[in-house]
């Protein structure tokens, strides 16, 4: 038997329903917002991720889906912001009036390591605003993302993590900060992150391996470097917050893991649901849009993501959808009554109401038992009297009374 590839999933009826009441809310926040809907290509060359993601960055040395293609090379979208600036850029987005509001939910591809809340293909609700650089502006996005976990009963089972990484005023003495802290603990620094120290140590903070995350703990924060913009900037972000009542705390150790972030980063961060705890992340980059291409244009989004925000709502016991069942199951005797219910379950369709009847040739037992185990509201029985004299008994599932209708005028609405 051919198996699905590793760390994909397959969603069934079963589960769609929270799906898409999810994606529904998540729609009617960002809409609230003035976020518009975009949809991306699934893959983009590769140029784009390497140089919009990060060349440092996991993403793009170990978890990108990369293909040849002819002389170039493509990638399966490891996020959704490059793709998002791309299409900012070469459709002129950016000669429009500010801010510009994107949102997405959309499916993207790492080749990580398969684990619960980790997985190869995974689904993200993400939004994306260019050409606002207020505090403002990163409040509203925070607040939208804290308004969607609010809705789907996530509010106090998720902390707000906010820091700021600095600009590139006032990131170089940070860094250097940071290189000399590291530097002196080497010896006990893993593998990655002595590789980290050479090429990216603002990563260094965003190690998982404990020994390292100890000595992480302690380092210089980079919220005790920043210059007078961003600490001003900073401090109005952190005032609208609890002027909207989102309560939040200042976490140093949120670096995020994509390369173009600059001042604000923030995470929504679930408790126990271990090591992907985070459900939202997101952040200011404000270099992205000039970096690809396009004007000097900053930006501010998150990414959430949605098997995170279900497996939270789950061991929190939170299940506000239950599956669609039929107003009315009719049971039928034979061929002609077959096709009598069926025309009577169709003209109920065309009323806008969720109908069987007995597709498979059940016994007149068997059909009642199926009707039972749907959660019919009413059942109807059909033989050839009750097409005869045009009546037949309508049966409330759940008192048991039953009550003569007439067919040819009945209806459940
Ligand atoms: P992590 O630290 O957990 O690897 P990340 O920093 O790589 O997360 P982002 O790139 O910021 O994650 O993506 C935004 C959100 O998308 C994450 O907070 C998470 O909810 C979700 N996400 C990221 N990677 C995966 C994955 N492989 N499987 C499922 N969800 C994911
Ligand atoms: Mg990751």
């Given at each position: 038997?051919?198996?699905?590839?590793?760390?994909?999933?397959?969603?069934?009826?079963?589960?769609?329903?929270?799906?898409?009441?999810?994606?529904?809310?998540?729609?009617?926040?960002?809409?609230?917002?003035?976020?518009?809907?975009?949809?991306?290509?699934t893959?983009?060359?590769?140029?784009?991720?390497?140089?919009?993601?990060?060349?440092?960055?996991?993403?793009?040395?170990?978890?990108?889906?990369?293909f040849?293609?002819?002389?170039?090379?493509?990638?399966?979208?490891?996020?959704?912001?490059?793709?998002?600036?791309?299409?900012?850029?070469?459709?002129?987005?950016?000669?429009?009036?500010?801010?510009?509001?994107?949102?997405?939910?959309?499916?993207?591809?790492?080749?990580?390591?398969?684990?619960?809340?980790?997985?190869?293909?995974?689904?993200?609700?993400?939004?994306?605003?260019?050409?606002?650089?207020?505090?403002?502006a990163?409040?509203?996005?925070?607040?939208?993302?804290?308004?969607?976990?609010?809705?789907?009963?996530?509010?106090?089972?998720?902390?707000?993590?906010?820091?700021?990484?600095?600009?590139?005023?006032?990131?170089?003495?940070?860094?250097?900060?940071?290189?000399?802290?590291?530097?002196?603990?080497?010896?006990?620094?893993?593998?990655?992150?002595?590789?980290?120290?050479?090429?990216?140590?603002?990563?260094?903070?965003?190690?998982?391996?404990?020994?390292?995350a100890?000595?992480?703990?302690?380092?210089?924060?980079?919220?005790?470097?920043?210059?007078?913009?961003?600490?001003?900037?900073?401090?109005?972000?952190?005032?609208?917050?609890?002027?909207?009542?989102?309560?939040?705390?200042?976490?140093?150790s949120?670096?995020?893991?994509?390369?173009?972030?600059?001042?604000?980063?923030?995470?929504?961060?679930?408790?126990?649901?271990?090591?992907?705890?985070?459900?939202?992340?997101?952040g200011?980059?404000?270099?992205?849009?000039?970096?690809?291409?396009?004007?000097?244009?900053?930006?501010?989004?998150?990414?959430?993501?949605?098997?995170?925000?279900?497996?939270?709502?789950?061991?929190?016991?939170?299940?506000?959808?239950?599956?669609?069942?039929?107003?009315?199951?009719?049971?039928?005797?034979?061929?002609?009554?077959?096709?009598?219910?069926?025309?009577?379950?169709?003209?109920?369709?065309?009323?806008?109401?969720?109908?069987?009847?007995?597709?498979?040739?059940?016994?007149?037992?068997?059909?009642m038992?199926?009707?039972?185990?749907?959660?019919?509201?009413?059942?109807?029985?059909?033989?050839?009297?009750?097409?005869?004299?045009?009546?037949?008994?309508?049966?409330?599932?759940?008192?048991?009374?039953?009550?003569e209708?007439?067919?040819?005028?009945?209806?459940?609405?």
């Amino acid at each position: 038997m051919i198996q699905k590839i590793k760390g994909t999933m397959d969603i069934l009826p079963d589960e769609t329903p929270l799906f898409r009441y999810i994606e529904g809310i998540m729609r009617e926040e960002a809409e609230k917002c003035g976020f518009g809907e975009i949809r991306l290509p699934t893959f983009e060359q590769t140029e784009l991720f390497v140089r919009g993601v990060g060349n440092t960055t996991d993403v793009v040395q170990k978890e990108m889906y990369t293909f040849k293609d002819g002389d170039g090379s493509i990638s399966l979208r490891p996020e959704g912001t490059a793709g998002t600036v791309r299409a900012l850029i070469e459709n002129g987005k950016y000669g429009d009036a500010m801010p510009q509001k994107y949102y997405y939910i959309m499916s993207c591809f790492r080749h990580e390591k398969p684990q619960a809340g980790r997985t190869r293909e995974f689904f993200q609700f993400g939004v994306e605003m260019f050409g606002a650089e207020t505090p403002a502006a990163d409040a509203t996005v925070i607040s939208l993302a804290y308004s969607v976990l609010k809705r789907l009963g996530l509010e106090g089972h998720v902390k707000l993590h906010i820091n700021s990484i600095g600009c590139p005023a006032c990131r170089p003495s940070y860094k250097s900060a940071l290189v000399d802290y590291f530097t002196d603990k080497k010896a006990s620094l893993c593998e990655t992150c002595l590789e980290r120290l050479q090429k990216n140590p603002l990563r260094l903070l965003d190690c998982k391996v404990p020994s390292c995350a100890a000595i992480a703990k302690e380092a210089p924060r980079t919220v005790d470097s920043l210059c007078s913009d961003c600490q001003t900037h900073f401090d109005a972000l952190c005032k609208s917050l609890e002027a909207m009542n989102i309560p939040y705390e200042i976490d140093s150790s949120i670096v995020r893991g994509l390369d173009y972030y600059t001042g604000t980063v923030f995470e929504f961060v679930a408790d126990g649901i271990g090591a992907q705890s985070t459900v939202c992340g997101g952040g200011r980059y404000d270099g992205l849009v000039e970096s690809l291409g396009g004007p000097k244009l900053s930006g501010i989004g998150f990414g959430m993501g949605l098997t995170r925000v279900i497996m939270t709502m789950q061991q929190h016991g939170i299940s506000p959808v239950s599956p669609a069942k039929p107003r009315l199951y009719i049971a039928s005797l034979g061929a002609n009554a077959q096709t009598f219910a069926l025309s009577i379950v169709s003209r109920l369709r065309q009323e806008g109401i969720y109908a069987e009847c007995d597709l498979v040739g059940r016994s007149l037992k068997a059909q009642m038992k199926y009707a039972d185990k749907i959660g019919a509201a009413y059942t109807l029985i059909i033989g050839d009297t009750e097409i005869e004299t045009g009546k037949a008994n309508l049966r409330d599932m759940a008192s048991s009374e039953q009550k003569e209708v007439l067919l040819s005028s009945f209806s459940l609405s």
